[in-house]
């Protein structure tokens, strides 16, 4: 474990844009309570009356998955980021585990920021707000069956849809190649994203939210004499 709170002086500074295509249909709700305008019982998530997806799903998405690999590679002491107990500890001893040192605690800020996403141009975003409806029922887990009369309608984003990324990664590098631990978790986040894609939103387990990583570029800046100089960039 590190002291990981490296964030003064910025050393560096990489963003990242590209686009993301949902290749299966995806829903990111607005909560328990539907608006009460909505034809249907579980409404997507919008801004501006436009389909979103918000940064802090797809930064939920990536720690989970980054966790994962983590501990499938033999990191110690990785913790739910509800483990009040043990963030304090760490905070206290100076030394936080590399999902902390990477998408930030209680007592750490985070080293990345997500930006929210919205379709790329006017054709998906058109495309985005022709929602697909469709009508579930709700299985009863003690039984293993359908739940009587607990039918339920939903609104899906269509697959297809073009989605701009934004991301932002202060004091960690990975392109063009990762100097550290952070970093390689980072890139093989990135691999996966683009050859694999990760799932986000409601309903992963029968493969809704499949996104993928079509297309990205990425620069680094670096802090001199007060201002942000470009260093490299593809």
């Not at 002086?9 to 829903?27: A, D, F, S, V, Y």
């Not at 997507?44 to 930064?59: A, L």
């Not at 998408?103 to 800020?109: E, L």
């Not at 697959?159 to 978790?185: A, H, T, V």
């Amino acid at each position: 474990m590190n002291d990981y709170r490296d964030f003064f002086p910025i050393k560096r500074l990489t963003t990242l844009e590209g686009i993301m295509i949902n290749e299966t249909p995806l829903r990111i709700g607005v909560g328990e309570e539907p608006p009460l305008e909505a034809p249907v019982d579980i409404t997507v998530y919008r801004f501006n009356d436009v389909p979103c997806i918000p940064g802090s799903s797809i930064k939920g998405v990536f720690r989970t998955f980054v966790e994962s690999l983590a501990i499938s590679q033999g990191y110690p002491d990785i913790h739910s980021p509800w483990d009040f107990t043990v963030m304090d500890r760490e905070a206290n001893e100076g030394k936080f585990c590399i999902i902390c040192g990477i998408f930030g605690s209680t007592h750490i800020a985070s080293h990345v920021r997500i930006y929210d996403m919205l379709p790329k141009d006017d054709e998906n975003r058109i495309k985005a707000k022709q929602t697909l409806i469709k009508t579930s029922v709700g299985i009863d887990r003690e039984f293993r069956g359908a739940k009587p009369r607990a039918l339920f309608t939903e609104e899906l984003i269509v697959p297809g849809i073009e989605w701009n990324f934004k991301m932002d990664i202060i004091n960690i590098k990975i392109f063009p190649q990762p100097d550290d631990e952070r970093g390689k978790l980072l890139r093989s986040l990135f691999d996966t994203l683009v050859n694999f894609g990760i799932n986000v939103g409601a309903r992963k387990s029968v493969g809704y939210g499949l996104i993928k990583l079509k297309e990205y570029k990425w620069k680094i800046l670096s802090l001199k004499d007060g201002v942000f100089k470009l260093e490299e960039e593809e």
